[in-house]
């Protein structure tokens, strides 16, 4: 089964140091989230997981086989997908060549293309839609799908609920713990913590690029103020404060 | 005095003159592009072509279409080789970085300039051109050889569109150029698709070199002219933009050919000068590009 190890991970930005020693672990059908507040150093963790910021120490080792150190363009063929924050989707290209690109990635075939357009599929009648004319929803859709078609091991996906309706935020959960049922390892990064308590597993607090405290879900639905306690995050979204 | 037969010539020479200049300039537009880099050392590709060619021409024996085809061939592959390696051993060793890459292309402008001057020498060198058949109009003779020159331009445009549109390598250098960051992300090898960028912007720098080489000949400091022209057609066409260069290169070319066929080359320079200032301070994003969006 899948096991990714993130052990020690640093990172600097010039002489400013974002990530602390960032240590988790993940295995296949789980869902680690990932939860902290603007500037916590969340996309970092996810850069330097994926070698495009650089990590100045810690080690990165995927069932078995170590990758770090490996150069960035290597990271996602030994079968770790990307959701970046903002979806990062070549919007001058159309849907299908961004499926392409995510296809060719590990050279993976029509099986890893239908199996992402079971869960989204919309984009089957947008293939040769320029992308991003695409709606905000459907943008999120094939940022995932294309995650999807390295067929991966590890999906790591950032705030793909920023921005959307509570609609389209369904669909991304339900594709959520459709792959962890497929036995994918999920590293979900959110501000909030109501948008990951219904998939999450386990969920890391992360604050001024370190994990301060990991629980498992069941401890945080029981005593919300943890949140408050750790990073100073309010359960739910802020309400006008009547005390 | 009839008109005519000289607006046709004028029109004949200034797109013989558009689309060695359209080849030029892609290449250039090409390699800003995708890389942002700008390659002050392009005109030397060009100039290594010609000379080449003229290599090829002098030292293959038999008719001189053997030594052009040579040329053709050659040409375009030493300068690719070539650039692939510049771009190994210097761009990228400075991270391409935008200042640097100006500094270090303008090095290799002066090493290639002055290395092709210690092998070929200081003299111009005349090319035969393969054939010298004359078409002939009702009112002069035109060399059969620049329309040649015409169509093959325009094949290896259409050859290079048809990379970048319809080929997974051009799917590959589309997506780089876009989004560096998301490629790498994807498993796209980043520094290998720089290089072949570059390598195949100075092929196409050598190409039209090797055709432009019978019209005129070549020596070590005829890389110049191109480069400025070049610039002022990407800048014109819009950075980066393949159709935008096109139509760049053929606007300039053609009014070139008009303006110095009717008033003097002199102007023609000046004309084109003045276009890139207007297009610098009125449209900087390119004549032909839709603002916000890169054709
Ligand atoms: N390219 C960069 N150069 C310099 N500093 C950066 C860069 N990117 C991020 N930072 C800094 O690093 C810190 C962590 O940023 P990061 O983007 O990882 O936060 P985040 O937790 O993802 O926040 P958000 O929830 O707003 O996305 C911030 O202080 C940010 O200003
Ligand atoms: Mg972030």
Redesign the pocket.
């Known amino acids: 089964m899948t096991k990714l190890q993130v052990e020690g991970l640093s990172a600097f930005y010039g002489q400013s140091q974002a990530l602390r020693g960032l240590t988790l672990e993940l295995s296949g059908g789980e869902v680690l989230c990932l939860l902290g507040r603007?500037g916590a150093g969340?996309?970092?963790a996810l850069k330097a997981i994926m070698g495009t910021v650089p990590p100045s120490s810690g080690r990165l080792v995927l069932d078995g086989r170590e990758l770090t150190g490996l150069p960035p363009q290597e990271i996602p063929r030994a079968g770790i997908g990307y959701v970046p924050?903002g979806r990062r989707l070549f919007t001058e290209l159309t849907v299908w060549e961004n499926l392409e690109i995510g296809l060719m990635t590990r050279k993976t075939g029509r099986e890893a293309l239908e199996h992402a357009l079971e869960l989204f599929p919309v984009l089957r009648e947008r293939m040769q839609q320029r992308s991003g004319t695409l709606s905000g929803g459907e943008q999120t859709m094939l940022a995932m799908a294309r995650a999807m078609c390295l067929n991966p091991s590890v999906i790591m996906l950032?705030?793909p609920t920023e921005g959307l309706m509570p609609s389209a935020i369904a669909g991304i959960r339900e594709a959520v713990i459709r792959l962890r049922s497929e036995g994918v390892a999920i590293l979900l990064?959110e501000q909030r913590v109501d948008a990951v308590l219904p998939v999450a597993d386990r969920v890391a607090f992360m604050d001024h690029g370190e994990i301060k405290a990991e629980l498992p879900i069941a401890e945080v639905r029981a005593n919300p103020d943890l949140l408050h306690h750790y990073v100073g995050i309010a359960a739910r979204p802020a309400r006008p404060a009547t005390c | 005095m009839d008109l005519a037969p000289y607006l046709l010539l004028a029109g004949l020479e200034g797109l013989v003159q558009a689309s060695v200049l359209m080849l030029t300039a892609l290449g250039l537009s090409l390699v800003f592009g995708v890389m942002r880099v700008v390659n002050v050392a392009h005109g030397e590709f060009y100039m290594l072509g010609a000379l080449i060619a003229w290599a090829c021409g002098a030292y293959i024996p038999g008719p001189p279409v053997l030594g052009f085809v040579a040329g053709l061939l050659v040409a375009p592959l030493a300068v690719g080789a070539l650039a692939w390696a510049a771009d190994r051993a210097v761009l990228q060793k400075i991270g391409y970085n935008p200042e640097g890459t100006i500094v270090s292309t303008i090095g290799m402008l002066y090493i290639l300039q002055q290395g092709a001057l210690l092998t070929f020498g200081p003299d111009a060198r005349a090319v035969d051109a393969p054939f010298y058949y004359t078409i002939r109009t009702p009112w002069f003779g035109y060399s059969s050889y620049k329309l040649f020159t015409v169509a093959v331009a325009i094949l290896l445009v259409a050859g290079l569109w048809l990379l970048m549109r319809k080929s997974k390598v051009g799917l590959l250098m589309r997506a780089t150029q876009f989004d560096r960051e998301t490629a790498l992300n994807f498993g796209i090898p980043v520094g290998k698709v720089y290089s072949a960028v570059f390598a195949i912007g100075a092929m196409m720098a050598a190409v039209a070199g090797v055709l432009v080489v019978p019209n005129q000949q070549a020596h070590y400091l005829m890389g110049t002219d191109p480069l400025l022209l070049s610039f002022v057609v990407v800048i014109v066409g819009g950075l980066g933009s393949i159709p935008g260069t096109i139509a760049a290169a053929v606007l300039i070319g053609l009014s070139d050919g008009l303006l110095s066929v009717f008033f003097s080359p002199t102007l023609a320079k000046i004309v084109s000068t003045l276009l890139v200032a207007l297009v610098l301070i009125f449209r900087p994003e390119g004549l032909f590009t839709v603002k916000g969006r890169r054709a």
Do not use: Y
Request: no cysteine.
């Open positions: 603007n969340k996309t970092t924050q950032d705030e990064v």
